[in-house]
């Protein structure tokens, strides 16, 4: 019984997909399945849903780290034993939600809930700051520019009563991605963190004929400043390898990607920019990208202040001028980004100026536009 | 006992978010590799720098993803994470889980792994983080024949789709994102577990325009729920809402901003001004509706989405790297969406895209900078679909049209003699 080292290869099962979704669903969720008629905010981080056969579900929305350890699900797990018969699920953003079947029921979980430290937060809901959604960073990536965990967590701890309360216009998604390749994709965030490079890659000449495919590391940059170049190594052997145009480099790291023996992270170099005012859901308008307002940060382990202030600062300046409903995107367009930059205090620069490919479709091609302090 | 010193670790256990730190040093009790993930963390923060190598492959026998190799570059300091490969697991639709799979998920990882997982991976994987090379045959055999469980995807191939959480608990799921999520996922276990696509390609499934798994942003083929009749309407609920009894957007913003306005809330902000209010009843113009969900979002006990519904396809939606971010594309208005036969409209849809693209992409390149490159035109001809003004949103406004030669009357061959009888040089 169990695997067999000898004989890997026997009694092997492949390609039975997950497991399906419909044994997971509690009972209520079960019987209602297509009938949900409409829902509510009872209270931050408590929703209750009514189907047309009158059932009701009320779900406690709870903020996760994302990275949590086995020991954190199995207290998960006992929470979601005791009160909602044994399911429980995540959303998108990290959350948990317990899910139980009549009024009754909510506030002995809340109690349970707040009972257990600071482990388990309710909230996440309607005109509040959600979770994060975010990448690995320092535990676990081999390409980041700043860390995950921990600069979220310095994050939501500074932002912790916009969670727990639905005292904003509206929504606002924050996310981080530690660096470009943006396996967290925060390119359509109210708020985006995101790890940048700003060091062209070293070339480890002595490694790059075992661990690359030249060409491929060639073709990797957008730019072709990665050109092809002879080098001699530290016993006297002439190579090939290749060689890299600093000035053309935008530090996106695909060459890195590529070829292990072109690293470009570095303390100094490494920071975060801030990205500001994209959404995804067509509300309105349509999705909308993020668009960069802060270009560097430093990476200031552990809490990264300049980080969390920015944030924190733009956050309360669209929370205090702008309309209902109006996400920060929208704001900003409305009043200008001449104006947003103003009012949230940040100086403008050059880098917040496209001429990247497309940058064109956001130079300024009328003369309306606002007298700010900008123009002297 | 703590094996390292980790005063900057120490700092992230304070404040009122719950603290990964905590929970590491909660699980090192059991799993005692979580203290060097804390030490090579402390060194990280200390050195401003990432400690992991590049890459390294593992897998599993007969797939090419779902494993992701990860190694220390400090492995004599920290032994415990000398290898740290991570795990997918293809999560079940929108994320429902009974705590008996969960424990048994968790009494795996303790005993094959860190014992850490994230709770999702950003593309939806439940993700177990940080096991040895020697673990992965024994962990999958496990994983397979004691839970009934697989892979998810990783690299260049079809990556575990995700879907909202549609009809489960959801009232505006246009269609059922589960059961076409799940369908697909089995649907294609090939593609998701061995790699044979020019880049990655991720499939998305949001019940309406809200998009909760934000496919329209994320994904390389995008099913969006929408619907074609008209937006349901229950006139009582209405009142209610204008006499304050309901909650404005459902009670998810505070009265501070302004109590309920109907006139400014919901008609001044529709952004094809479709609506009206008329002898004390609010009226939609719905031929000029464009499904929006700002006036159901904001009513949601008086407005509903139509019953004639379906789904929306947008493709090529991708991150920055490389040529910039890309929102989808829309490609296709509308189809139905039928479990009954296996979503057969869906499955056309993406087979001709994947024969197309697995031909013509280049490597590493997503299906929307495919798109980009060869413009949406020729995409359109491959994809066997008719142009509409609804797949752009203005008409173009330079005149370089690459008119094909079976176009033009009479063809492209000319004989520039019999052009020169006519006119001199």
């Known amino acids: 019984m169990g695997y067999d080292p000898e004989n890997p290869m026997k009694d092997r099962i492949t390609d039975i997909g997950p497991p399906h979704y419909e044994q997971f669903f509690p009972p209520v969720i079960k019987e209602n399945y297509g009938k949900w008629l409409y829902h509510e905010i009872v209270r931050p981080g408590v929703l209750k849903h009514v189907s047309e056969t009158g059932a009701e579900c009320y779900t406690i929305r709870v903020g996760s780290p994302r990275l949590i350890s086995v020991e954190h699900i199995r207290e998960i797990c006992d929470i979601a034993d005791k009160h909602c018969d044994g399911f429980v699920r995540w959303t998108t953003r990290n959350n948990i939600e317990f899910m139980v079947d009549s009024e009754d029921k909510v506030q002995p979980l809340l109690d349970d809930l707040a009972s257990r430290g600071n482990k388990f937060p309710v909230g996440g809901t309607g005109a509040s700051v959600s979770n994060m959604v975010h990448t690995q960073g320092w535990i676990h990536c081999h390409t980041p520019a700043t860390d995950a965990s921990g600069v979220v967590k310095a994050v939501m701890d500074e932002l912790f009563e916009y969670f727990v309360e639905m005292k904003l216009p509206a929504k606002c998604k924050l996310a981080l991605a530690c660096c470009l390749n943006m396996c967290g994709a925060v390119h359509a965030s109210d708020i985006a963190i995101l790890g940048i490079h700003r060091k062209p890659p070293m070339i480890d000449h002595e490694a790059i004929t ?68 994209g959404k995804v859901s067509a509300s309105r308008g349509g999705a909308t990208f993020s668009k960069l307002v802060i270009p560097f940060l430093p990476n200031n382990p552990p809490r990264w202040p300049e980080v969390v202030q920015a944030v924190k600062k733009i956050l309360e300046a669209w929370a205090k001028n702008a309309r209902k409903y109006e996400r920060l995107g929208e704001w900003a367009e409305r009043i200008g980004w001449e104006k947003f930059f103003e009012v949230c205090d940040i100086p403008f620069t050059e880098k917040s100026i496209d001429d990247y490919r497309l940058a064109y479709d956001t130079w300024r091609t009328t003369t309306q536009f606002k007298f700010t302090s900008h123009i002297k | 006992m703590p094996k390292h010193d980790t005063p900057m670790m120490d700092e992230l256990e304070k404040g009122p978010w719950p603290s990964f730190v905590s929970d590491l040093k909660r699980q090192a009790e059991k799993s005692p590799q979580c203290w060097d993930i804390l030490g090579q963390m402390e060194l990280s923060f200390k050195d401003r720098i990432t400690h992991w190598k590049h890459g390294g492959i593992v897998g599993v026998f007969g797939y090419g993803g779902g494993i992701v190799g990860r190694y220390s570059d400090v492995p004599d300091k920290f032994p415990g994470v000398a290898h740290f490969h991570t795990v997918r697991l293809n999560q079940p639709s929108s994320k429902f889980y009974s705590t008996e799979m969960l424990r048994k998920v968790c009494d795996l990882w303790e005993k094959r792994g860190s014992g850490m997982t994230n709770m999702h991976g950003s593309t939806g994987d439940l993700v177990l983080l940080g096991t040895r090379t020697e673990e992965l045959e024994p962990l999958f055999y496990d994983l397979t024949h004691d839970l009934n469980w697989d892979l998810g995807g990783s690299g260049s191939n079809l990556r575990t789709p995700s879907c909202c959480l549609g009809k489960a608990r959801c009232e505006w799921a246009c269609y059922d994102t589960q059961a076409a999520c799940h369908t697909m996922t089995m649907h294609y276990q090939d593609e998701i577990h061995r790699p044979a696509f020019p880049y990655k390609f991720k499939f998305k499934f949001s019940g309406c325009a809200n998009d909760c798994v934000a496919a329209a942003a994320r994904s390389d083929l995008a099913t969006i729920g929408t619907w074609r009749d008209k937006i349901r309407i229950n006139q009582d609920e209405v009142k209610k809402y204008i006499s304050g009894e309901n909650k404005q957007n459902g009670g998810g913003v505070d009265d501070s901003f302004g109590k309920f306005d109907i006139q400014k809330d919901v008609i001044d902000l529709c952004p ?31 407005l509903r989405p139509g019953t004639d519904t379906g789904a929306t396809i947008m493709m090529g939606a991708k991150a920055p790297i490389l040529d910039g971010a890309q929102l989808g594309t829309m490609i296709v208005p509308f189809i139905k969406m039928d479990p009954e036969n296996d979503f057969e409209e869906l499955v056309d849809i993406i087979e001709k895209v994947w024969d197309w693209w697995m031909e013509n992409g280049k490597n590493r390149e997503r299906l929307g900078e495919t798109m980009q490159r060869v413009g949406l035109p020729t995409f359109l001809r491959v994809m066997e679909i008719e142009p509409i003004p609804q797949h752009v949103k203005e008409p173009r406004t330079n005149p370089y049209v690459f008119w094909r030669e079976e176009e033009v009357e009479g063809g492209w061959d000319r004989d520039i003699k019999e052009f020169r009888k006519r006119h001199a040089m």
Do not use: Q
Request: aromatic share 4%; with cysteine; charged share 25%.
């Open chain 2, 272 to 302: 094809t001004g479709c609506m009206w209010m008329e002898d004390d009843e609010l009226k939609i113009d719905d031929a000029e509706c464009t499904r929006c969900m700002h006036c159901i979002n904001i009513m949601p006990k008086a």
């Open chain 1, 210 to 277: 075992g661990v690359c495919e030249l060409p491929l590391a060639i073709a990797a940059c957008p730019l072709g400043a990665v050109k092809p170049a002879k080098a001699t190594l530290e016993s006297g052997e002439e190579i090939k390898s290749v060689k890299v145009n600093a000035e053309r480099c935008m530090f996106c790291g695909n060459c890195y990607t590529m070829c292990p023996a072109m690293p470009l992270a570095d303390p100094e170099g490494d920071g975060c920019a801030i990205l500001v005012g």
